[in-house]
């Protein structure tokens, strides 16, 4: 069997959420389904590293991928050039785009539809792209893989498909995040933040993640409860806005604020274990693969009541409204003056966890892609 895999965005060094769902399935799959012939489509020379095994083939269509022109012209002249070329059985997509031109099979991940949700977090041009696309691209896949239960039910109330051409195929943690000694705790606190406590965030700073309500939950915080700790934020400033500005400027304790960039794995790791808890109370996820990290670093988690989150978090954290900076910082204080509460919120975290692995994640999308090619 001959499959096509869009995999644009495995970028060495630059892998996000879903570059790291294409990389962590796409790996075991191939590997384990070593019978099989995997055709890589990449929109720019591929690093060894992504070719992972001698079933894959590594192609380049072309043009880049990188604005809405030509992500066009990428799925339906580069990609479909290819499909027409090679007839593979299937073609899967992890990102959610597909050649509406083709006639091959086609398994498509949505991850979520946040841009429609809160299309006010996106550029208008980028809106249009997307509410006038991934309809078709929903309506035209042969099945449809996402993320989540949430999701899933989203995709199927607004776009009208049914619930049993949409396969659940959860994400996963890199399961190098683990709890750090007493030593490795002191010994990354001092590095990063002035040898004190800190909660963290992990993510793009972008409007959706609600970064803004986050550091006004701190500062009230810091007001209402007197405390050495800090608040670290880990992400690329890639949507950095005057609001956030402003917030950050404002802030009383805005000295107790780090901003630390984009950080490497081994890093991340390390900030994780050394927290005192993860605080991701965005608006809207589809997942939110930092909550289950958080697990496997066993903090505890304060995250949304919203989308796909609680679905995710279970009973491993507390989660309030996003848009309440009162009940985010409430959760910080009981975080910070309960030990009983830290000590249960983790304990369930090592249960929860269990229900999410990133080999559960490619054997899911392996039945899912067996499903499509038996329609």
């Not at 929109?43 to 001698?54: M, S, T, V, Y």
């Not at 249009?128 to 109330?157: G, H, L």
């Not at 992990?202 to 007197?226: C, S, Y």
């Not at 693969?289 to 066993?298: C, K, S, V």
């Given at each position: 069997?001959?499959i096509a895999?869009?995999t644009?965005?495995?970028l060495?060094?630059?892998l996000?959420?879903i570059?790291?769902f294409?990389y962590?399935t796409?790996?075991?799959?191939s590997?384990?389904?070593?019978e099989?012939?995997?055709?890589?489509?990449?929109?720019?020379?591929?690093?060894?590293?992504?070719?992972f095994?001698d079933?894959?083939?590594?192609?380049?269509?072309?043009?880049?991928a990188r604005h809405p022109?030509?992500w066009y012209?990428?799925?339906?002249?580069?990609?479909?050039?290819?499909?027409?070329?090679y007839?593979p059985d299937?073609?899967?997509s992890?990102?959610g785009?597909?050649?509406?031109?083709s006639?091959?099979?086609t398994?498509?991940v949505?991850?979520?539809l946040n841009f429609?949700a809160h299309?006010?977090?996106?550029p208008?041009?980028?809106?249009?792209?997307y509410?006038y696309?991934?309809p078709?691209?929903?309506?035209?896949?042969?099945r449809?893989a996402?993320?989540?239960?949430?999701?899933?039910?989203?995709?199927s109330?607004r776009y009208h498909?049914?619930?049993?051409r949409?396969?659940?195929?959860?994400?996963?943690?890199?399961?190098?995040?683990?709890?750090?000694?007493?030593?490795?705790?002191?010994a990354?606190r001092e590095?990063?933040?002035?040898?004190?406590?800190y909660?963290?965030?992990?993510?793009?700073?972008?409007?959706?993640?609600?970064?803004?309500?986050q550091?006004?939950a701190?500062?009230?915080?810091?007001?209402?409860q007197?405390?050495?700790?800090?608040?670290?934020v880990v992400?690329?400033?890639?949507?950095?806005?005057?609001?956030?500005d402003?917030v950050v400027?404002?802030?009383?304790?805005?000295?107790?604020i780090?901003?630390l960039?984009?950080?490497d794995?081994?890093?991340?790791?390390?900030?994780?274990?050394?927290?005192h808890?993860?605080?991701?109370?965005?608006?809207?996820?589809g997942?939110?693969i930092p909550?289950?990290?958080?697990?496997?670093?066993e903090?505890p988690v304060?995250t949304?009541?919203t989308s796909?989150m609680?679905e995710?978090c279970?009973?491993?954290g507390?989660?309030?409204?996003?848009?309440s900076v009162?009940?985010?910082?409430?959760?910080?204080?009981?975080?910070?003056?309960d030990?009983?509460l830290?000590?249960?919120?983790?304990?369930?975290?090592?249960?929860q966890?269990?229900?999410?692995?990133?080999?559960?994640s490619?054997?899911?999308l392996?039945?899912?892609?067996?499903?499509?090619?038996d329609?």
């Amino acid at each position: 069997m001959r499959i096509a895999v869009n995999t644009r965005l495995l970028l060495p060094n630059r892998l996000e959420g879903i570059g790291w769902f294409a990389y962590e399935t796409l790996r075991r799959i191939s590997q384990d389904h070593s019978e099989h012939e995997f055709i890589f489509i990449f929109d720019r020379k591929p690093a060894r590293e992504f070719i992972f095994g001698d079933n894959v083939k590594a192609l380049v269509a072309h043009p880049q991928a990188r604005h809405p022109i030509l992500w066009y012209l990428f799925f339906e002249f580069g990609i479909y050039r290819i499909l027409r070329k090679y007839q593979p059985d299937l073609f899967l997509s992890p990102d959610g785009w597909i050649s509406l031109r083709s006639k091959i099979k086609t398994l498509t991940v949505i991850h979520d539809l946040n841009f429609e949700a809160h299309p006010e977090f996106l550029p208008r041009h980028i809106v249009w792209y997307y509410r006038y696309f991934f309809p078709r691209f929903a309506a035209k896949a042969t099945r449809i893989a996402t993320v989540s239960e949430f999701t899933k039910q989203d995709i199927s109330t607004r776009y009208h498909i049914p619930l049993s051409r949409i396969d659940v195929v959860y994400n996963g943690a890199n399961e190098a995040f683990k709890p750090l000694s007493e030593v490795e705790i002191a010994a990354v606190r001092e590095r990063y933040a002035g040898g004190q406590p800190y909660f963290l965030f992990v993510g793009l700073i972008h409007p959706r993640k609600n970064l803004e309500n986050q550091l006004r939950a701190f500062d009230l915080f810091k007001t209402q409860q007197p405390s050495p700790i800090k608040f670290l934020v880990v992400g690329a400033k890639h949507w950095w806005s005057d609001g956030l500005d402003d917030v950050v400027k404002n802030a009383k304790y805005r000295d107790d604020i780090i901003f630390l960039g984009r950080r490497d794995m081994p890093t991340l790791i390390s900030l994780y274990g050394a927290a005192h808890a993860l605080s991701y109370v965005s608006h809207f996820e589809g997942f939110g693969i930092p909550i289950l990290e958080a697990m496997y670093a066993e903090i505890p988690v304060i995250t949304s009541t919203t989308s796909s989150m609680p679905e995710v978090c279970g009973n491993a954290g507390l989660t309030v409204n996003p848009n309440s900076v009162e009940e985010i910082a409430k959760a910080m204080i009981s975080l910070t003056t309960d030990q009983s509460l830290r000590h249960s919120l983790v304990a369930n975290g090592r249960i929860q966890r269990k229900a999410f692995s990133w080999s559960l994640s490619a054997k899911a999308l392996w039945q899912s892609i067996e499903k499509t090619l038996d329609e």
